[in-house]
């Protein structure tokens, strides 16, 4: 298993920036570190759009040290279902908040989205700067009174801020239940358009199989029979469509 290094593009593919887009908010337990590694693995290695995340929450480095934890314990089943992939994995590069211009410029030329895991507060030192570089904001809710209260207060902070377009923001809804939640969620999500804030057609279904190590991997996407009523494939497409073009995309693969 390789380290990706930068490859020369194919003639006529897409050769602008990457697009830049955080899963990010305040409260904690939202899902913005999972949903970022099940985006990314499933893009790169199923839809062969090459993806990098910077991990830049300092206090935890989920994502780096997961990676990091997949790469130590590693065998030679796990091995050999590597190389049958044939896919390098995406680089997941450390640091600050402050440092994410910087370690832009260090992924491979070829990269086509990047995912920033940002800290849970908006307080943190280079917050600001790190949010700058962001194209697209993504917020992660639940329905409950606390998780929408915290999320749009989030919201309207960003919005103060002023770094980031409020049409460059969209809501995503996470552990959704139809039964519970679709007539609250439609009311929500009039009221957000008040403000100027969108929400993914996307709705996340409470899973604790997301947390399982064989779906939330940094080295393998999401086996294909989890995806049946998960919203996520849904999610990927949406995320999909927000790149400039569907470069290097390729026919999703049974395991």
């Keep these: 298993m390789s380290t990706p290094t930068s490859q020369p593009l194919a003639e006529g593919a897409y050769s602008g920036p990457p697009v830049v887009l955080a899963f990010a908010t305040q409260k904690g337990g939202m899902g913005k570190t999972t949903l970022s590694v099940l985006v990314a693995s499933w893009l790169h290695y199923r839809r062969h759009i090459p993806v ?53 410029q260090q992924i491979p030329a070829d990269v086509r989205l990047v995912l920033i895991d940002l800290p849970g507060n908006i307080d943190v030192e280079g917050y600001e700067t790190a949010l700058s570089k962001v194209d697209y904001l993504l917020v992660p809710m639940e329905t409950s009174e606390f998780s929408v209260t915290t999320g749009f207060s989030y919201l309207m902070a960003i919005r103060q801020v002023d770094l980031l377009p409020v049409d460059r923001c969209r809501v995503v ?67 999909e469509s927000l790149l400039p073009v569907s470069t290097l995309s390729t026919p999703v693969e049974n395991d």
């Design 52 to 104: 990098a995340i910077l991990d830049v929450d300092s206090s935890q480095l989920s994502v780096y040290n997961l990676r990091v934890r997949e790469t130590e314990q590693l065998d030679e089943e796990t091995k050999e279902r590597f190389n049958r992939q044939d896919v390098d994995p995406y680089p997941i590069l450390r640091g600050e908040p402050a440092g994410v211009p910087q370690m832009l």
């Design 173 to 239: 809804w996470n552990k959704y239940k139809d039964s519970r939640d679709g007539v609250l969620v439609d009311m929500l999500e009039e009221r957000f358009k008040q403000f100027g804030f969108t929400c993914l057609q996307s709705r996340i279904p409470q899973r604790d199989s997301y947390q399982d190590s064989a779906n939330r991997s940094t080295l393998f996407p999401m086996p294909t029979q989890y995806l049946r009523n998960s919203g996520l494939k849904d999610l990927f497409t949406e995320i």
